[in-house]
């Protein structure tokens, strides 16, 4: 079977910096602050990264779109939102794509700061708005199911409006299987439901050897390590089984990780010093038309 014929790109959108003991949960703050220095308010940076697919056809592909600027001064500050612009749009511009480029956007699951940027900038007294006005959608049913129908507990990391105004553009597939109609060959998919109903990592099928985007799976470097979850886990347990098994699937063929919320490292590759301890092997720091 052909792979896809394409090149990649890490497009940085809006910074964070969240509480370390909520990133680092299950790791003592001795240990996970060799990791990220925390500063004065125990936050750690964070970034918001999505992953560009430029296919040889033209079209494309934007994998998730980090936290955006929707929020009001308020929000954004209670959640750490760095910078007040859409930086998403401007890394996008500056790689030659207006909002209107993109063909499709994947999204492994709607919280806020994986589906935030699909939003324009806040602005006083305007309704939210979408500011990919071609793209298609692509979700999986359990996150859909979620977004719609969030548990007390993660209500908050939802977008109210954001499901109602995907659903009026008559352009969201909400799949159940591991291929999409939208995206076609050269992607599949792999699920997760330790961190999020439905989470939905993609695989992508690149000659030299598949990368996935992990999302709140593995959330960067420090998070391949088996135990190494996140205080936003709903079922820890059941997260490290789940990163156990495609760890184990994407070293036996050569995979590699990208992570959204590294602030340092974009992309890697899988180590294993001994059967099951996994670590980050090679790393890229960019992607800048990776083929």
């Known amino acids: 079977m052909a792979h896809l014929d394409a090149r990649l790109w890490s497009v940085l959108g809006n910074s964070q910096r969240l509480d370390g003991l909520a990133m680092f949960r299950s790791a003592p703050r001795a240990v996970w602050k060799r990791w990220a220095e925390p500063d004065e308010d125990n936050r750690i940076p964070l970034a918001t990264r999505a992953l560009l697919v430029r296919e040889a056809s033209g079209r494309n592909v934007l994998l998730e779109a980090g936290i955006g600027a929707f929020m009001d001064p308020v929000g954004a500050e209670r959640y750490g939102v760095v910078e007040d612009g859409h930086v998403l749009l401007e890394n996008l511009s500056a790689l030659g794509l207006a909002p209107d480029d993109i063909d499709i956007v994947v999204l492994s699951h709607l919280h806020f700061d994986h589906a935030g940027g699909l939003l324009a900038p806040f602005a006083e007294d305007r309704a939210p708005t ?25 209500r908050a990391s939802f977008i109210t409006d954001l499901p109602d105004l995907l659903e009026a553009t008559d352009r969201v597939e909400v799949v159940d299987a591991t291929t999409s109609r939208l995206l076609g060959p050269g992607y599949t998919f792999h699920f997760s439901q330790g961190h999020t109903p439905g989470l939905m990592l993609t695989e992508i099928d690149l000659a030299d050897g598949p990368v996935v985007f992990v999302g709140d799976l593995i959330p960067g470097r420090a998070w391949v390590h088996l135990p190494i979850t996140m ?29 959204t919320h590294d602030p340092e490292v974009a992309m890697s590759s899988i180590g294993r010093s001994s059967r099951p301890r996994y670590h980050a092997g090679e790393t890229w720091a960019v992607l800048d038309g990776t083929s």
Request: aromatic share 14%.
């Open 231 to 259: 205080g936003y886990d709903r079922f820890p347990e059941l997260l490290v089984d789940e990163k156990a098994d495609l760890l184990e699937d994407l070293y036996e063929r050569n995979g590699r990780l990208f992570f």
């Open 130 to 154: 979408l500011v990919f006005g071609r793209a298609s959608y692509v979700v999986s049913e359990g996150a859909w199911s979620r977004a719609r129908h969030p548990h007390p507990r993660d």
